[in-house]
């Protein structure tokens, strides 16, 4: 994979935050940190892209956008382009249903930062842990040497 250190400088950040964002959610998102701020920059990425979602919808429908975010991520990825979903402008809709011009009916579901990752970025070196399998499925019906 190739990637583009000036297009895309600080993807790396958004890796960190999402780690201390799952152990520290409350704090990391009210802190006011540097890290947290580069949230709102989008990580200096090229483009940023907010995704709504009409707010009589119910939960269902908030995971086929999910799902469709998704699918942007993978589409990106497959082009050697990397991306980082924020929850971290949720709670800013307001702001951004004014800068946006959002109809009434649209809520703000999340953020999207997309470019090249750096992977000289220091934050790139330790790569996120990975639950196994069975610490988050419980899986019926399969031999025990698949769990
Ligand atoms: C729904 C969702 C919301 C997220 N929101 C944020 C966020 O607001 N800020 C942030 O830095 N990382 C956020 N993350 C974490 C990163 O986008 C990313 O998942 C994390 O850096 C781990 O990346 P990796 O799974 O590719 O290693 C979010 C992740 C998900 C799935």
């Known amino acids: 994979m190739r990637f583009k250190r000036r297009a895309f400088p600080a993807l790396g950040s958004c890796i960190q935050v999402g780690a201390a964002t799952s152990r520290t959610r409350g704090r990391n998102l ?7 701020e580069r949230n709102f920059s989008f990580f200096g990425a090229p483009v940023g892209l907010v ?34 979903p924020q929850v971290a402008f ?21 953020g999207m930062s ?8 220091e934050v790139n070196q330790a790569g996120m842990p990975r639950e196994r399998v069975h610490d988050f499925a419980r899986l019926v019906g399969f031999p025990e040497s698949l769990h």
Not at 61 to 80: P, T
Not at 115 to 121: C, F, R
Request: charged share 20%.
């Open 30 to 36: 009210g802190g006011g940190s540097d890290r947290t």
């Open 51 to 84: 995704f709504t979602i009409d707010r009589r919808l119910k939960p269902h429908s908030w995971i086929d956008l999910g799902l469709f975010a998704q699918n942007v991520m993978i589409a990106a990825k497959a082009r050697g382009i990397d991306t980082c």
């Open 90 to 110: 949720a709670p800013f809709h307001d702001v951004i249903a004014t800068h946006l011009n959002l109809p009434p009916a649209e809520v703000t579901a999340f």
């Open 114 to 121: 997309m470019g090249y990752g750096d992977p000289d970025a």
